[in-house]
């Protein structure tokens, strides 16, 4: 079965540092890979995927991952915080069911701060 | 080109009570998907429409049910509401495909008393 851990509930950056949010998936085929971003009452908005191809993935904001198949991680980057990157971040695997799209099985969440 | 919207946004019910929360998909979109996703967590999969049809739904029981209409809307029913009910409640729309992105509305806030 499919399912997605999420390192760290809470992470906390300066503005300027580096940004790494850890995932770690289990699939048993090969997976669809997705990081979507959740600011305050608001619905989740998709930051980028990975299919198939390149396994270096760049996405909206400056955010980009790497798939990492031996280390089954999707791990998210950016390389300069800023105070408006302040968010929680969902990282997602698809389940593909024959004959349907699938869902996303989703993992806990990571909330990130940007301190000034 | 108009995004995912959902109504209402805030919605407070009572135990025992029945509540039906609305989606309109993206233009062009044929799938709808609902999550419901508590304080804290992230989503869970309730089911997925494709045609009219429900295609696939994940561990939510009987009182949990769903529409499509023609035009790819969508209604979320929950019957019988529980405090356990309590959460937002995301649509996400999108074209059918396992390639396909799905995106999602603001959501439903529900909070059952």
């Known amino acids: 079965a499919q399912s997605v851990t999420q390192l760290g509930s809470h992470v906390s950056v300066s503005e300027g540092a580096l940004v790494l949010l850890r995932c770690n998936y289990s699939s048993s085929v090969p997976p669809y890979l997705f990081w979507y971003v959740q600011y305050p009452n608001q619905g989740l908005q998709l930051l980028l995927k990975?299919?198939?191809?390149?396994?270096l993935v760049k996405g909206i904001n400056g955010f980009e991952a790497e798939f990492k198949k031996s280390e089954t991680s999707f791990h998210l980057t950016k390389p300069s915080a800023h105070m408006s990157d302040a968010a929680e971040y969902f990282c997602?695997?698809?389940?593909?069911?024959?004959?349907?799209?699938?869902?996303?099985?989703f993992g806990k969440g990571t909330k990130l701060s940007v301190k000034p | 080109e108009t995004g995912v919207t959902q109504s209402p946004t805030h919605l407070i019910k009572t135990r025992g009570q029945q509540v039906t929360l609305r989606c309109s998909s993206q233009s062009g979109h044929n799938t709808v998907s609902w999550y419901q996703q508590a304080l804290g967590q992230g989503p869970q999969f309730i089911f997925q429409y494709y045609r009219e049809e429900e295609n696939g739904r994940g561990n939510f029981p009987p009182r949990f049910s769903g529409l499509q209409f023609p035009n790819y809307s969508s209604e979320l029913n929950v019957n019988a509401l529980e405090l356990d009910d309590s959460a937002l409640y995301l649509c996400?729309?999108?074209?059918?495909?396992?390639?396909?992105?799905?995106?999602f509305g603001p959501g439903t806030r529900l909070l059952v008393l």
């Open positions: 990975y299919t198939t191809g390149a396994t």
């Open positions: 997602a695997v698809r389940v593909y069911y024959g004959g349907s799209q699938g869902n996303l099985i």
């Open positions: 996400a729309s999108s074209l059918q495909g396992y390639q396909e992105t799905q995106y």
